[in-house]
């Protein structure tokens, strides 16, 4: 693995790491809306969220932004 690819693969987890904070902040407020989440639970949905936000932000853009970053 060279070092350019090294930079991109970077790059494209920290684009995702950094834009999952919004969608993770909108869903689980959606799902406060609709169910009782406080203290423990409302940690966990927040962290459950952002992992899975995440994973298929990854494998959604490792491919696609290739010659874009």
């Keep these: 693995m060279n070092f350019e690819n090294?930079?991109?693969?970077?790059?494209?987890?920290f684009l995702v790491l950094g834009s999952s904070l919004l969608y993770t902040a909108i869903v689980v407020?959606?799902?406060?809306?609709?169910?009782?989440?406080?203290d423990f639970n409302l940690r966990v949905t927040y962290i459950v969220v952002y992992v899975v936000i995440s994973v298929v932000g990854l494998i959604f853009y490792i491919p696609r932004l290739r010659g874009v970053v």
């Design 6 to 13: 090294i930079r991109y693969y970077l790059a494209v987890i």
């Design 29 to 38: 407020w959606a799902l406060k809306e609709m169910f009782f989440l406080e």
